[in-house]
């Protein structure tokens, strides 16, 4: 979900009809009340729509964990007939496709992870905003209601109004911050340079071949 999104997810919760009502000076109050009605109806079904894509794909995670998982187990029984031929030709090819896929593994149950938190998330901004509407719709039928007195309400409340504009932005602030702390890049961890990156590459190629001999040789061993 996009910083902006929940940006405009959070002002839309942290406001209020009540608090638009006492600011109003135009000549058609529930037009704007219901405009605004409409705004949360919008986001909703932007966060709808990022919900709808999340779930996509944890689905298409979860379903190449699992083929990964039933490759590698037949990887296991083509290794075993391998050997049992004494073709450790046939065999090391195997063992490395088999430690690429213990790479992906714990990426993709990461992701899992990160993709049913998300989800909960967004179907917990839904309800939210769902909640804000109808707690709009509310505060439009009452002020309906009591339109003969709307001046005498406006004058008693429009003192108040800067204080609660205040209380909104101070609210939102707080959120920005404590949003950009907890998901900021540090600028020190930058990539490693070119040549830096060369040599990580050829020692991450020596490790796995080391990887494919030990487990070969493990193999053989039993």
């Known amino acids: 979900m996009s910083e902006t999104l929940r940006q405009r997810v959070s002002r839309a919760i942290a406001g209020g009809a009540h608090a638009l009502i006492d600011?109003?000076?135009?000549?058609?109050?529930?037009?704007?009340?219901?405009?605004?009605?409409?705004?949360?109806?919008?986001?909703?079904?932007?966060?709808?729509?990022?919900?709808?894509?999340?779930?996509a794909n944890r689905h298409l995670a979860q379903q190449q964990h699992l083929n990964l998982n039933k490759e590698h187990e037949q990887l296991s029984i083509s290794i075993e007939q391998a050997l049992g031929s004494n073709r450790d030709d046939l065999a090391k090819p195997a063992i490395a496709r088999q430690i690429d896929i213990e790479a992906q593994l714990p990426v993709l149950e990461s992701s899992l992870a990160e993709l049913a938190s998300q989800e909960k998330e967004l179907g917990g901004f839904v309800d939210a905003l769902m909640g804000k509407k109808r707690e709009m719709q509310k505060a439009i039928a009452e002020f309906e209601k009591s339109r003969q007195?709307?001046?005498?309400?406006?004058?008693k409340n429009g003192n108040s109004s800067s204080t609660i504009e205040s209380k909104l932005q101070s609210a939102q602030t707080a959120f920005d911050r404590t949003y950009q702390r907890q998901t900021g890049l540090d600028a020190a961890s930058q990539g490693a340079t070119l040549e830096?990156?060369?040599?990580?590459?050829?020692?991450?190629?020596?490790?796995?071949e080391n990887k494919i001999n030990e487990r070969l040789a493990a193999l053989k061993a039993k």
């Open 149 to 155: 007195i709307t001046s005498l309400s406006l004058s």
């Open 23 to 55: 600011k109003i000076e135009d000549a058609a109050p529930v037009a704007i009340l219901e405009q605004s009605v409409r705004e949360v109806d919008a986001i909703a079904d932007e966060v709808r729509a990022e919900l709808g894509r999340t779930v």
């Open 196 to 208: 830096q990156a060369a040599k990580l590459k050829e020692l991450g190629d020596l490790v796995r």
